[in-house]
T-cell receptor, first 115, second 112 residues
Framework: EAGVVQSPRYKIIEKKQPVAFWCNPI?????LYWYRQNLGQGPELLIR????????DSQLPKDRFSAERLKGVDSTLKIQPAELGDSAVYLC?????????????FGPGTRLTVT | TQLLEQSPQFLSIQEGENLTVYCNSS?????LQWYRQEPGEGPVLLVT?????EVKKLKRLTFQFGDARKDSSLHITAAQPGDTGLYLC????????????FGPGTSLSVIP
């Protein structure tokens, strides 16, 4: 079974430029997460989707970040314009919510460097 | 406010030593997961614990969920260089649809 796929793996952009990240979750997983992870820290949730619906976007900086999950499968996270502080690893994860467990399966991440 | 705390933040040990890392919270969790993350990769799920007092073993790794479901520990016996990585705990609060909270992680380095 294929895991969570993310692209690109690395991205270097200048500040004020736009950038987009793409995620394809594990087939059949209805929940998709975007996280931001700074070096040596745990992932911080940006947005969580249940199928097509964004059920938790409270930590998403909406002035510059946007996300979509068309048809409840793939998802795109966009930053426009990027700032120096946006440099981080952006992780996508998916899960099949049910019962009492919330086991998430992560992609390899996109390492963003803003110069 | 960090809902999940992990200790120690950093740990460097010699191959063959034993170690324990901790995950603590003031909140009750319906389940708690442990992940290991290697440099340049995403976290990989190691185990899920759901019952207070539960103990799970994965080869040389022993995971325990506290009786009150507020804390957890991970014990590694005879650590190997391949155990090196960032160990993250993550908890799902009891209310349905609550988000999973990640701790800041324990960075483990096992020196050959």
């Amino acid at each position: 079974e294929a895991g969570v796929v993310q692209s690109p793996r690395y991205k270097i952009i200048e500040k004020k430029q736009p950038v987009a990240f793409w995620c394809n979750p594990i087939s059949g997983h209805n929940t998709l997460y975007w996280y931001r992870q700074n070096l040596g820290q745990g992932p911080e949730l940006l947005i969580r989707y249940e199928n097509e619906e964004a059920v938790d976007d409270s930590q998403l900086p909406k002035d510059r970040f946007s996300a979509e999950r068309l048809k409840g499968v793939d998802s795109t996270l966009k930053i426009q314009p990027a700032e120096l502080g946006d440099s981080a690893v952006y992780l996508c994860a998916s899960s099949l919510v049910g019962g009492s467990s919330y086991e998430q399966y992560f992609g390899p991440g996109t390492r963003l460097t803003v110069t | 406010t960090q809902l999940l705390e992990q200790s120690p933040q950093f740990l460097s040990i010699q191959e063959g030593e034993n170690l324990t890392v901790y995950c603590n919270s003031s909140s009750v969790f319906s389940s708690l997961q442990w992940y290991r993350q290697e440099p340049g990769e995403g976290p990989v799920l190691l185990v899920t614990v759901v019952t207070g007092g539960e103990v799970k073993k994965l080869k040389r790794l022993t995971f325990q969920f506290g009786d009150a479901r507020k804390d957890s520990s991970l014990h590694i016996t005879a650590a190997q260089p391949g155990d090196t990585g960032l160990y993250l705990c993550a908890g799902a609060k009891e209310t349905s649809y609550d988000k999973v909270i990640f701790g800041p992680g324990t960075s483990l380095s096992v020196i050959p």
